[in-house]
């Protein structure tokens, strides 16, 4: 594991998510990283945007970053994109994760448990804490968001 940015990351999931949230903990716990598990906590039906709401919250308030996970990365990652601050980005592989961190200063890492697999979640996720934002050029842009 490559020197991360963060000693503590938030994480959630809705229910396609679920299995692979848990195996993310393990593995932030394997390489010494704190995890806050805002949920769920079981494989029963929920609605992503809730979990999306509670993670933004969160990391919008500790200046954190965060992992949410549901079945595409998709739905989740346009609802936690809806709070300032947080720049959520679905990330299926490892240069996607590399440029979302680079030039985009991405705060929260999206994935898809039913699009990639464990094996490649481990790297995209190595990738995304271990990247550090450009700055410069990107800079004046990231700050656009916000606006």
Do not use: W
């Not at 996607?96 to 898809?112: D, Q």
């Amino acid at each position: 594991m490559s020197k991360s940015l963060t000693k503590s990351i938030i994480i959630a999931s809705d229910h396609a998510g679920f299995v692979m949230k848990e195996k993310v903990k393990i593995l932030l716990n394997k390489y010494k990283i704190k995890s806050l598990d805002l949920g769920t906590f079981s494989e029963e039906r929920v609605d992503y945007p809730d979990y999306a709401k509670k993670l933004a919250l969160l990391v919008k308030k500790k200046s954190s970053f965060g992992i949410l996970i549901c079945g595409s990365g998709i739905g989740i990652s346009i609802a936690a994109n809806r709070f300032k601050k947080v720049r959520a980005a679905v990330c299926y592989n490892q240069i996607s994760a590399s440029l979302a961190r680079k030039h985009n200063n991405a705060n929260v890492l999206c994935l898809g448990a039913r699009l990639i697999n464990f094996k490649n979640a481990k790297k995209i996720i190595n990738t995304f804490i271990s990247t550090k934002f450009e700055g410069g050029r990107h800079t004046a842009r990231v700050k656009k968001l916000d606006k």
